[in-house]
T-cell receptor, first 112, second 112 residues
Framework: DTEVTQTPKHLVMGMTNKKSLKCEQHMGHRAMYWYKQKAKKPPELMFVYSYEKLSINESVPSRFSPECPNSSLLNLHLHALQPEDSALYLC???????????FGPGTRLLVL | RKEVEQDPGPFNVPEGATVAFNCTYSNSASQSFFWYRQDCRKEPKLLMSVYSSGNEDGRFTAQLNRASQYISLLIRDSKLSDSATYLCVVTYGSSNTGKLIFGQGTTLQVKP
């Protein structure tokens, strides 16, 4: 079973709100990833966690704050977002960093 | 020059047709190669890994030519359900391990 789950499916937030996206996998994978995807564009990597530690931050603005509380969970905390941050946010996991990645269904975010 | 280049299409083909997608990558240190499929408003799903020896999965055949830095995907006997965007994906080793480099995607529309 290669299932990655994400909640919520959809999120609408104002520029002053604070919200969090959640990602979960129970495959025993030790690498987890956040991607951002705009319409008609490929996914862009934001963060990579390996063994619950942040190993890659692709120069993402500080209004996006990742957190990996345990090996199964990955959160993305959002604060003071801009309308241009509206996108599909995808979580992925792999057994180890660098191996085949499996994506969750994503959270579609709209910032007003 | 983009790191991974694909013809965006769209490719419009009739059911039963054979269609081929090509992809080139610029970094000769690239280590792993994949084709992902993404349906409209859904997450990318792994279609197949790509090896130098070539690999086949039913109607799908993928090929890698390291000397030319070229990856291909052949779909035989196209079905309506094959309509999607096909993403060529490359990974690097070393400090960038875990980062997927996506092509822009090639859109396929199979018509009855």
């Amino acid at each position: 079973d290669t299932e990655v789950t994400q909640t919520p499916k959809h999120l609408v937030m104002g520029m002053t709100n604070k919200k969090s996206l959640k990602c979960e996998q129970h495959m025993g994978h030790r690498a987890m990833y956040w991607y951002k995807q705009k319409a008609k564009k490929p996914p862009e990597l934001m963060f990579v966690y390996s063994y619950e530690k942040l190993s890659i931050n692709e120069s993402v603005p500080s209004r996006f704050s990742p957190e990996c509380p345990n090996s199964s969970l990955l959160n993305l905390h959002l604060h003071a977002l801009q309308p241009e941050d509206s996108a599909l946010y995808l979580c992925a996991s792999s057994r180890l960093r660098g191996e085949t990645q499996y994506f969750g269904p994503g959270t579609r975010l709209l910032v007003l | 020059r983009k790191e991974v280049e694909q013809d965006p299409g769209p490719f419009n083909v009739p059911e039963g047709a054979t269609v081929a997608f090509n992809c080139t990558y610029s970094n000769s240190a690239s280590q792993s190669f994949f084709w992902y499929r993404q349906d409209c408003r859904k997450e990318p799903k792994l279609l197949m890994s790509v090896y130098s020896s070539g690999n086949e999965d039913g109607r799908f055949t993928a090929q890698l030519n390291r000397a030319s830095q070229y990856i291909s995907l052949l779909i035989r006997d196209s079905k309506l359900s094959d309509s999607a965007t096909y993403l060529c994906v490359v990974t690097y080793g070393s400090s960038n391990t875990g980062k997927l480099i996506f092509g822009q995607g090639t859109t396929l529309q199979v018509k009855p």
